[in-house]
Every structure is written in structure tokens, then in C-alpha cells.
């Protein structure tokens, strides 16, 4: 999950979860606040309704459940779905641990012979980790209770002390981070049309988050935090730093300081407070990756480049400069003007005052007004996602 780059002394307290039982049916349950002792009723923690509201006006698909709809697996269970987490199992290894591939049933969600049924992605705690209990207890009660296209679907959870893991539906095409920065020799580099495309659904999934009654603030976005289906279709993953936001009259609340270098806005850095419009600083961090093809934060970068955002802002109010930052894998694939909107909107969401940075519902409008502008430009049909052949335009190799 996220990773500490500093902290605060202050509590943070932790207002989840419903848990489910046993059997895998869901109940209703309070939780412990580790760091005061009160107990707090996740009934009361979001509205049992939420509609974000889409570029037309409609309502978009996501709903927020009154509790977990989630399955509950034994240690057996898993170590069956896993093989006994045998290393050619393994997917890939984060803050909160390591990710293996399994296998259920496609109805039941049971662990079914390797290679049969359905396969998932399971994330088991490292015992040496920093985090635990609280970033696994967030995603439960978190991803467990929201329902969008654009956000990563948790299937189930085990809780056995002191093993504590984590079910999800697996994508097939990994992290946008794999594929912007081409860890992987066989991963291709993304079209500017599919990342526009990436861009719009991530956005879509943040605007969901913001729109609720009781709004949550994600806190860790970035490019490893966004997966994609084998039609390149972006999901948000990773809520282990997700936090309910402000309460009445309050404009922000105040945390811990987590988060990942080079995304994470810098009032909440500075300050500890948190605002809705701090997660729109970090989207502002990722499309300026996008754009540039380069992470947020690289020590390897020559010194006064290390920090992408104070590094290339400057250059993106300049025609001629802007030119000369984008990514050179998606040459010939944008117009100078669509991809100067793209800059202009990548500086509103880097405003240094969040109070001046768009609502996630505006950058979904303005992302989409850019992809229409772009529409002379998109990849021929043989090699667009959503047909599921390949990435497409003159960036793929």
C-alpha cells in the first residue's frame, strides 16, 4: 500500500469497518478506534447512496453498499488457491506485502484447481511490513463497500492472527506504472488516445470517491495505483490510505502524513491537513507523467530534476517547451493543441492551493473534451484497447 515518507505525532484514528462473518455473509459490526478507544458505526460512515455525476449529466454507474459484500476465506483456503504461495505464483511484491496469482471458481468464488475457474490476485502481509491491521481493515471496509467500473473490485479477505490477506479481481495488463516506464521489455508503450482513455476512467473513479455524502479522500494516488484489464479499462486499487473526509463545517481533516514521494500535495505535507483537492494535486502528478513519459520522483535524474513537478511545470505554459517534454513514444499522435489543453489542465490540478484546483467532475470534462479534440488522431481500429489486440498508434513497439 502507500508508503510513509514522514509522520506526524497526531492520532489517526481509523473509522471502519463492517466486517463479515464466517459463513461469508455480510454483518453489521463496529470497530475498535485503536488510537482513543471509541467505536465508531461504519452504518454512519458513508450514505448508503452516491451518485457521481458523468460529462452528460447522468448518473455514473457506482454505488457505496451499507456494509462489505465481501467473501470470507480460510489460511487453507488461500494456500490451496496459491499452491501453497509457491514462488511461480508470485505477481509482484508492495508495501504491504507479496501478490500471488490464484484460482476460484468463477460462481462460488471457492478455491478451485490451478488453472481452472477463475484467476485472482491475492495480497498476503509481510510480517516485516510497516503496515498491517489498519491499511488491511481500511481496504475492507473501503473496497469493500464501494462499487465503480473505474475502482479495483475486493473479492474477498482471511483474517487468521497473524495472517491477514486480501482478494481481488485480477488484472490482466498490471500497473499504468509498468507500462509508462517499461519495467517489463515486453510491456508496449501506451498511444497518448489510450492514455487519455486511462487518464478519463481514473478520473471517473476519483470523482465517484468525492461525490459521496460522506466524501473519501484516497490519499495515495499515483501510476502503481492504477491497474488495467486486459481491455486496458483503469481501476483504482490500493485503499489502505483512504480516509473519510471532512465532518460538518471543516474544510480538511487532519492525519499522518503518508503517501509516496513526488504525488503527494504539498499542504498535506506541509501541514498534515488533507482536502478532497489534495488527491486532484496527485492526478495532476500522473498526467504529467503521462505526458512526459518520466516518474514523479527519480534520484537518478540529475540534481534540480529529481521532482518532475518542480522540474517541468515551467515548461508547460510554453508551446515550443511543451514539445520538447512529451513523451517522444507518442509522437505524431496529438495535435499541439490538445495537448497544450492537457498541460494547462495538468497546472490547474498543480495549483499550490487546493481551493484553486478543479473538482474531479471538471477534470473529467476537460480530459474528455481533450479526447474528442484528439479523435483525428486516434490509433487505427485494428490496434485500439478496447478491441483487446494491442495498444496501438506509433508509440508501440
Same mark, same amino acid.
Given at each position: 500500500?502507500?508508503?510513509?515518507?514522514?509522520?506526524?505525532?497526531?492520532?489517526?484514528?481509523?473509522?471502519?469497518?463492517?466486517?463479515?462473518?464466517?459463513?461469508?455473509?455480510?454483518?453489521? !459490526?463496529?470497530?475498535?478506534?485503536?488510537?482513543?478507544?471509541?467505536?465508531?458505526?461504519?452504518?454512519?460512515?458513508?450514505?448508503?447512496?452516491?451518485?457521481? &455525476?458523468?460529462?452528460?449529466?447522468?448518473?455514473?454507474?457506482?454505488?457505496?453498499?451499507?456494509?462489505?459484500?465481501?467473501?470470507?476465506?480460510?489460511?487453507?483456503?488461500?494456500?490451496? !488457491?496459491?499452491?501453497?504461495?509457491?514462488?511461480?505464483?508470485?505477481?509482484?511484491?508492495?508495501?504491504?506485502?507479496?501478490?500471488?496469482?490464484?484460482? &476460484?471458481?468463477?460462481?462460488?468464488?471457492?478455491?478451485?484447481?490451478?488453472?481452472?475457474?477463475?484467476?485472482? !490476485?491475492?495480497?498476503?502481509?509481510?510480517?516485516?511490513?510497516?503496515?498491517?491491521?489498519?491499511?488491511?481493515?481500511?481496504?475492507?471496509?473501503?473496497?469493500?463497500? %464501494?462499487?465503480?467500473?473505474?475502482?479495483?473490485?475486493?473479492?474477498?479477505?482471511?483474517?487468521?492472527?497473524?495472517?491477514? %490477506?486480501?482478494?481481488?479481481?485480477?488484472?490482466?495488463?498490471?500497473?499504468?506504472?509498468?507500462?509508462?516506464?517499461?519495467?517489463?521489455?515486453?510491456?508496449?508503450?501506451?498511444?497518448?488516445?489510450?492514455? %487519455?482513455?486511462?487518464?478519463?476512467?481514473?478520473? $471517473?473513479?476519483?470523482?465517484?470517491? *468525492?461525490?459521496?455524502?460522506?466524501? &473519501?479522500?484516497?490519499?495515495?494516488?499515483?501510476?502503481?495505483?492504477?491497474?488495467?484489464?486486459?481491455?486496458?479499462?483503469?481501476?483504482?486499487?490500493?485503499?489502505?490510505?483512504?480516509?473519510?473526509?471532512?465532518?460538518?463545517?471543516?474544510? *480538511?481533516?487532519?492525519?499522518?502524513?503518508?503517501?509516496? *514521494?513526488?504525488?503527494?500535495?504539498?499542504?498535506?505535507?506541509?501541514?498534515?491537513?488533507?482536502?478532497?483537492?489534495?488527491?486532484?494535486?496527485?492526478?495532476? &502528478?500522473?498526467?504529467?507523467?503521462?505526458?512526459?513519459?518520466?516518474?514523479?520522483?527519480?534520484?537518478?535524474?540529475?540534481?534540480?530534476?529529481?521532482?518532475?513537478?518542480?522540474?517541468?511545470?515551467?515548461?508547460?505554459?510554453?508551446? $515550443?517547451?511543451?514539445?520538447?517534454?512529451?513523451?517522444?513514444?507518442?509522437?505524431?499522435?496529438?495535435?499541439?493543441?490538445?495537448?497544450?489543453? !492537457?498541460?494547462?489542465?495538468?497546472?490547474?490540478?498543480?495549483?499550490?492551493?487546493?481551493?484553486?484546483?478543479?473538482?474531479?467532475? #471538471?477534470?473529467?470534462? #476537460?480530459?474528455?473534451?481533450?479526447?474528442?479534440?484528439?479523435?483525428?488522431?486516434?490509433?487505427?481500429?485494428?490496434?485500439?484497447?478496447?478491441?483487446?489486440?494491442?495498444?496501438?498508434?506509433?508509440?508501440?513497439?
Amino acid at each position: 500500500m502507500g508508503n510513509c515518507f514522514g509522520s506526524q505525532p497526531a492520532a489517526d484514528p481509523s473509522p471502519f469497518p463492517a466486517i463479515n462473518n464466517s459463513s461469508g455473509t455480510s454483518t453489521q !459490526a463496529t470497530s475498535v478506534n485503536h488510537s482513543n478507544g471509541g467505536t465508531t458505526d461504519s452504518s454512519r460512515a458513508f450514505s448508503q447512496n452516491s451518485n457521481a &455525476v458523468s460529462d452528460d449529466g447522468g448518473a455514473v454507474n457506482g454505488e457505496i453498499l451499507p456494509t462489505p459484500n465481501v467473501k470470507v476465506y480460510s489460511f487453507d483456503d488461500l494456500k490451496t !488457491a496459491t499452491r501453497s504461495f509457491k514462488g511461480d505464483m508470485k505477481l509482484g511484491v508492495g508495501g504491504f506485502g507479496t501478490v500471488y496469482k490464484g484460482w &476460484v471458481d468463477q460462481h462460488t468464488l471457492l478455491p478451485s484447481r490451478h488453472g481452472t475457474g477463475m484467476m485472482v !490476485a491475492i495480497k498476503k502481509l509481510n510480517q516485516e511490513s510497516t503496515q498491517g491491521f489498519d491499511e488491511w481493515q481500511a481496504e475492507v471496509d473501503f473496497l469493500g463497500r %464501494l462499487s465503480h467500473p473505474n475502482l479495483v473490485k475486493l473479492l474477498g479477505y482471511c483474517l487468521e492472527d497473524p495472517e491477514l %490477506l486480501l482478494v481481488y479481481e485480477f488484472m490482466a495488463k498490471g500497473s499504468l506504472e509498468n507500462h509508462l516506464f517499461r519495467r517489463n521489455a515486453a510491456t508496449e508503450p501506451l498511444s497518448w488516445y489510450l492514455r %487519455l482513455r486511462i487518464a478519463i476512467g481514473a478520473a $471517473r473513479g476519483l470523482a465517484f470517491l *468525492h461525490s459521496s455524502d460522506k466524501q &473519501v479522500i484516497y490519499r495515495d494516488f499515483k501510476a502503481s495505483n492504477i491497474l488495467l484489464d486486459g481491455n486496458y479499462n483503469p481501476k483504482i486499487s490500493d485503499f489502505g490510505l483512504a480516509k473519510l473526509g471532512p465532518a460538518g463545517e471543516n474544510s *480538511h481533516v487532519t492525519t499522518r502524513i503518508m503517501g509516496t *514521494h513526488g504525488y503527494a500535495a504539498p499542504e498535506y505535507i506541509a501541514t498534515g491537513h488533507l482536502y478532497v483537492k489534495s488527491d486532484v494535486y496527485g492526478f495532476g &502528478v500522473v498526467l504529467l507523467e503521462m505526458m512526459t513519459g518520466l516518474r514523479a520522483h527519480d534520484t537518478r535524474r540529475p540534481t534540480g530534476q529529481q521532482n518532475l513537478v518542480e522540474w517541468l511545470t515551467p515548461n508547460l505554459s510554453r508551446h $515550443r517547451r511543451l514539445k520538447e517534454i512529451m513523451d517522444s513514444q507518442m509522437e505524431g499522435q496529438y495535435s499541439s493543441k490538445a495537448s497544450f489543453e !492537457a498541460a494547462k489542465l495538468t497546472l490547474r490540478c498543480l495549483e499550490q492551493e487546493p481551493r484553486k484546483r478543479p473538482s474531479m467532475e #471538471e477534470v473529467v470534462v #476537460e480530459l474528455e473534451h481533450i479526447a474528442a479534440m484528439s479523435s483525428s488522431h486516434r490509433p487505427p481500429r485494428s490496434h485500439r484497447a478496447d478491441t483487446g489486440t494491442g495498444t496501438g498508434g506509433r508509440g508501440g513497439r
